[in-house]
């Protein structure tokens, strides 16, 4: 059964600083590895997909890269902006078209 | 991106009453859809993974005679919530599977139930 574990479970920080979400999970036969982003009381925006062969994906500021043998994966944000601030979700999708989330990142940017 | 939508956004319902969510892929054709619930603070749980023209796959703890799930076409599935009681009172999201972007899943906007 897979299981996703994201670190830290909360990080508050300055405009302007470079952050690493982390993101581990148990079962390494995944399709792709998808990182979401959650703004309180709405649904989630995907902010980018890794599929299994890929090592990372960028798209503006964020790059994400996906270990899979063992099990990581990273978002790195780059000069971060109060706006960045929200639940950042790291989600392996599995055989059996399951999709298991992390208890998320919980990130305040603070002007 | 693709677009996932919900309706309706939120509802309030009175205990004992049944309660229908729309999930509907707008630009894509969805093979498979899912459905999640998620409590205030908490991550989402995967509640079930509906496939269009057969019988939806419930997680385990999940009750499918509470929890009907119906996907009847490739851009539709409902959830209808029935006889609802207050510990059903969550935020259930939906979302999708495009094939045609590399199983990307997109996500609906929501559903805010509040059973009083």
């Known amino acids: 059964k897979q299981e996703v574990t994201q670190i830290p479970a909360a990080l508050s920080v300055p405009e302007g600083e470079n952050l690493v979400l982390n993101c581990s999970f148990t079962?390494?036969?995944?399709?792709?590895l998808q990182w979401f982003r959650q703004d309180p009381g709405k649904g989630l925006t995907s902010l980018l997909l890794?599929?299994?062969?890929?090592r990372e994906q960028t798209s503006g500021r964020l790059n994400a890269s996906l270990d899979k043998s063992s099990g990581r994966s990273t978002l790195y944000i780059a000069a971060s902006q109060p706006g960045d601030s929200a639940t950042y979700l790291c989600?392996?999708?599995?055989?059996?078209?399951?999709?298991?989330f992390g208890a998320g990142t919980r990130l305040f940017v603070k002007a | 991106g693709a677009v996932v939508s919900q309706h309706p956004s939120r509802v309030i319902c009175k205990s004992g009453t049944s309660v229908k969510i729309e999930c509907r892929s707008l630009?894509?054709?969805?093979?498979?859809m899912f459905w999640y619930r998620q409590f205030p603070k908490q991550s989402l749980m995967l509640m079930a993974t509906?496939?269009?023209?057969?019988?939806?796959?419930?997680e385990q703890g999940v009750e499918k005679d509470k929890f009907l799930i119906n996907h009847a076409s490739l851009t539709l599935s409902t959830l209808t919530v029935t006889s609802a009681h207050p510990e059903d009172s969550s935020f259930y999201i939906c979302s999708a599977i495009s094939g045609a972007q590399n199983n990307e899943q997109f996500f609906g906007p929501g559903t805010r139930l509040t059973v009083l």
């Open positions: 890794i599929q299994s062969s890929q």
């Open positions: 079962d390494s036969a995944i399709y792709n």
């Open positions: 989600a392996p999708y599995t055989g059996g078209f399951k999709t298991i």
């Open positions: 509906s496939n269009e023209g057969s019988k939806a796959t419930y």
């Open positions: 630009d894509f054709q969805a093979t498979t």
